[in-house]
């Protein structure tokens, strides 16, 4: 069992920057592959971005460039670095802990609760 708490959500003007963390309890964290993903109104959820244990890296085409995904296996804590922010970047985002590939099946390993990123103009 793995628990995950999301922080770092709020409310940004178009352009800012927002870093997410998640912390991670309950279990050998280097031992999972890490992710975000989002949900926005009327979407399905989808990869934001991933690290894997080895440090592989893997993004959604709409955030490549502006976001980073980072972890510290000795906090037990991945990040997420949201720069240049645009109005459809407005989601909730979930951090997921999995042992199998991000894009394999999208509901698959723990969730945390999620966290509200809102952009304004």
């Known amino acids: 069992q793995v628990q995950l708490v999301e922080s770092g959500g709020g409310l940004v003007q178009t352009g800012g920057s927002l870093r997410l963390s998640c912390a991670a309890s309950g279990s050998i964290f280097s031992s999972y592959a890490m992710g975000w993903y989002r949900r926005a109104p009327g979407k399905q959820r989808e990869l934001v971005a991933g690290i894997t244990t080895s440090g592989s890296l893997d993004y959604g085409d709409s955030v490549k460039d502006r976001f980073t995904i980072s972890r510290d296996n000795a906090k037990n804590t991945v990040y997420l670095q949201m720069n240049s922010l645009k109005l459809e970047d407005t989601a909730v985002y979930y951090c997921?802990?999995?042992?199998?590939?991000?894009?394999?099946?999208?509901?698959?390993?723990?969730w945390g609760q999620g966290t509200q990123v809102t952009v304004s103009s």
């Open positions: 997921n802990a999995r042992t199998i590939p991000f894009r394999a099946i999208t509901m698959a390993g723990y």
